[in-house]
């Protein structure tokens, strides 16, 4: 009598699921056949209870032909003032998209992360450490390994995977064997196409963020091109933001969350696979 065993070891989002199967020579002979293609990534044996939350829709809407589609993005959260800024987008029923570094996720916790997955954010990734001289050093850069390692931590913390990323300071700063990498592992990319240079105002200056955006917005009048602009969890940003979700919906704008799959490609290097 001879004994066969099989072990198949599979790594499924990082979880290992081992299996031994045993045959009989002596008996019928079974062939045991896996098929890539009948494995997915989020439901190959792994209980329901324990699939991570995937943040984007099926269907995404996506800028739909002469209507006027704004897209509100913050980078650099969680941050001290986040569950401010869920406030007044839940309240304006303005969903939106947020980009969190690595290394802040201790400024929030599970609940507020699924509370924006249930209220119609979306959260992306952006880096685990923001520091463009590891991010993009020519020597061994870091920005694939922080992704990768981001995307899994949040994943951990939250109960949601997220392909979704943001590159600091923007994709400008790719190469294009980083780009090729960024496909490769699955992400989905977003830039912007204005910028509502927050960083450069101090608390009490919300209105020249306002004015600041204003300006841009204006330069679109008359254009059914989307808009992504760019924001930060920044207070003074807090402060302008119900006049700028007012000003977006009087020149006739509606909100949309930017999701991994969503059909606008917007990034500096126009690639509509990135």
Known sequence: ????IT????????????NNLSTNSTGSKEMI??????VTVQHWKVPANKQPMKMAPIDPPGPAAGKKVAYLTFDDGPSIHLTEFL???????APSSFFFVGNEFPNSD?????????GGSVIGLHSYTHDPKKLYRKKDPTFIREMNRERDKFAEISGIRTNLIRAPYGSTYLTDKQI???????FR???WNIDSNDWRYGPGNSNAVYKN????VNAYEGSDEPIVILFHERKNTLDALPRIIKMFRNKGYTFQAYHENETLHQNFKNDPNL
């Open 1 to 4: 009598m001879a004994i066969i």
């Open 7 to 18: 072990t198949i070891v599979l790594t499924i989002g990082g979880l290992a699921i081992t």
């Open 33 to 38: 056949q896996l098929k890539a293609e009948a």
């Open 87 to 93: 406030d007044i987008l839940e309240r304006e029923n």
């Open 110 to 118: 599970k609940a507020t992360y699924q509370r924006m997955a249930n």
């Open 180 to 186: 090729e990498e960024t496909k490769q592992n699955g």
């Open 189 to 191: 990319l977003v830039d």
């Open 213 to 216: 955006v204003l300006s841009q």
